[in-house]
């Protein structure tokens, strides 16, 4: 009973009461309140904790609006963090009542520049700082100018932050800081309006800001995926169509598929077992083609290790055809026929399309072709980083 927190199994009912309004909002959505739930684990800090259930995978739910089920021997009854409801069940409080971080509070975790400066540091050199000029650990921090540090082998000066999305910014690191957190609890992100209001800003300093976190996420891809089960498969989202597709000719090509032709291709593939997921826009070719077979396989071996015993899914589009002639145990479902055929088909990929869609319905409808691989990195990030620190994660990735 020492750790207040509940461990991974442990079953918790939703009380349904508690916490900020949108942590009822998002609770409300996946949760029944009275219901039991299992706990995949709790995730907490000084200034927040949240709840993941097995139930639903990788949504952190606030967690005071859990409350943990005690069998309930005398000794528990007795226990200062237990309770009893009306009709005599006794539970225990999964944790102090505590909640997502405001700027408030996230300006007492980093209480000043240097502590987020100390933060970053750590994440990306670890224990030792090295130069970034010879590579020598004896390093020391100015004290006068806390982003930049000294080294006494060569001499020379640098910065931390060199080669980062932080680097040629004048903003305080911890407005930047409070604009990744805000940005990834968002659900549907941030725009640079909100985040002007928010960190008191330039509308252009905001905006900046979140392309740059857009940079971060999309700066790494998924290890390969290896004797596991893929699914590839193609969606239409609503960018706008590049010139080139006005061709009448070109149209033709693409119409053979009956979908769309006014929106942009995004192809994904996804390890159904790991639940990773890589995405890419599918431009055009030099034949001004799009989707060929030759591009979806390109696509597919950037994450799909040659020579592992990866099984891949598809519908019926004749483009995957082409696997075929590869190294590749290839099946497909015929959609017209019948939506699956037990564990042939694609529905993981499916379900990451109708996300994607959700939520970039309103605020990215009508983002240019140029940028929508941004935002695709950006829920392809959210889902593949779902159940860890996204934050640190940013921060790792804002090397260029
Ligand atoms: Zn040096």
New binding site residues.
């Given amino acids: 009973m020492d750790n207040p927190y509940a461990e991974h199994g442990t079953k918790v009912v939703f009380i349904g009461f508690g916490g900020y309004h949108y942590d009822r909002v998002l609770a409300y959505q996946f949760l029944t309140v009275g219901h039991i739930y299992t706990v995949d684990k709790t995730v907490a800090d000084r200034w927040h904790s949240d709840v993941f259930l097995i139930e639903a995978l990788g949504i952190p739910f606030n967690s005071v609006l859990f409350s943990e089920i005690i069998q309930g021997s005398k000794k528990d009854r007795d226990h200062p963090l237990t309770y009893c409801d009306n009709f005599g069940i006794l539970y225990m409080k999964t944790c102090i009542g505590v909640t997502k971080m405001t700027f408030a509070e996230l300006l007492i975790k980093f209480p000043d520049e240097k502590s987020v400066v100390d933060h970053y540091v750590i994440i990306r050199y670890g224990e030792k700082v090295v ?6 650990t004896r ?1 020391y921090q100015k004290h006068d100018r806390i982003k930049v540090f000294d ?1 006494n ?4 000066t ?1 910065s931390p932050f060199k080669g980062t999305i932080f680097e040629k910014s004048s903003t305080d690191l911890r407005k930047w800081m409070y604009a990744i957190h805000m940005f990834l609890n968002g659900k549907k992100g941030i725009s640079g309006y909100q985040l002007q209001r928010e960190i008191g800003v330039t509308y252009k300093t905001a905006w900046r800001i979140l392309q740059q976190i857009h940079i971060a996420m999309g700066s790494t891809e998924p290890d390969s995926f290896v004797d596991t089960i893929i699914e590839i498969d193609e969606t239409y989202v609503g960018g706008k169509p590049r010139k080139k597709n006005e061709d009448g000719n070109n149209q033709d090509k693409i119409n053979k598929r009956g979908r769309g032709t006014k929106k942009t291709p995004v192809v994904g593939v996804i390890d159904r077992e790991n639940k990773k997921i890589y995405a890419k826009v599918a431009m055009l070719n030099k034949d001004g083609q799009q989707l060929t077979g030759k591009q979806l396989l390109e696509i597919l071996r950037k994450v799909c290790e040659i020579g592992s015993k990866n099984v891949v899914m598809t519908d019926e589009f004749k483009g995957y055809n082409m696997l075929d002639k590869e190294n590749i145990l290839h099946l497909s479902v015929d959609h017209q026929k019948m939506f699956s055929d037990g564990f042939i088909h694609t529905n993981n990929i499916e379900s990451f399309w109708a996300t994607l869609k959700r939520g970039g319905y309103g605020i990215y409808q009508h983002v240019s072709v140029k940028y929508l691989q941004r935002y695709v990195n950006e829920f392809c990030f959210r889902y593949n980083n779902r159940n860890t620190d996204m934050l640190d994660i940013v921060l790792k990735q804002a090397m260029f």
């Avoid at 082998?153 to 020379?156: G, Q, S, Y």
């Fill in positions: 130069c970034n000029h010879c590579g020598s390093v080294c082998d060569c001499h020379n640098f």
